[in-house]
């Protein structure tokens, strides 16, 4: 069993940064894949970038797009999302993800969310 705690989120002007951190407990998590997913008002839940166990890692090319990076911090059970030159329609609730596999099309486990919210 992962549990998956968000943190992080908040209110941010557009172009600012912010910083999304996503602490797990139990056991194994330097092998799991983490990743970051999305859901804006209104949308469906989309993946923003994931990072597996190696340090490998991949992005929505479209939303994440240069402006985020995922690593991770296995000493620490974090994964983090380094996020700039935020937009607008950045404004999501933000989950943090964990599967054993590589992949995460269907992640076993869920954060709870955190709110980014970026004012124009």
């Known amino acids: 069993q992962v549990q998956l705690v968000e943190s992080g989120g908040g209110l941010v002007q557009a172009g600012g940064s912010l910083r999304l951190s996503c602490v797990a407990s139990g056991r ?3 092998s799991y894949t983490i990743g970051w997913f999305r859901q ?5 839940r989309e993946f ?12 929505n090319t479209v939303s994440a797009r240069g402006r985020f990076t995922i690593s991770r911090d296995n000493a620490k059970n974090t994964v983090y999302l380094q996020m700039n030159s935020l937009k607008p329609e950045d404004t999501a609730v933000y989950y943090c993800a964990a599967d054993s596999r590589v992949t995460l099309l269907n992640p076993q486990y869920w954060g709870q969310g955190t709110q980014v919210t ?3």
């Open 48 to 59: 923003v970038a994931r990072i597996g166990w190696s340090g490998g890692t991949s992005y």
């Open 28 to 30: 194994s998590f330097s």
């Open 40 to 44: 804006a008002p209104g949308k469906e």
């Open 118 to 120: 970026v004012s124009s």
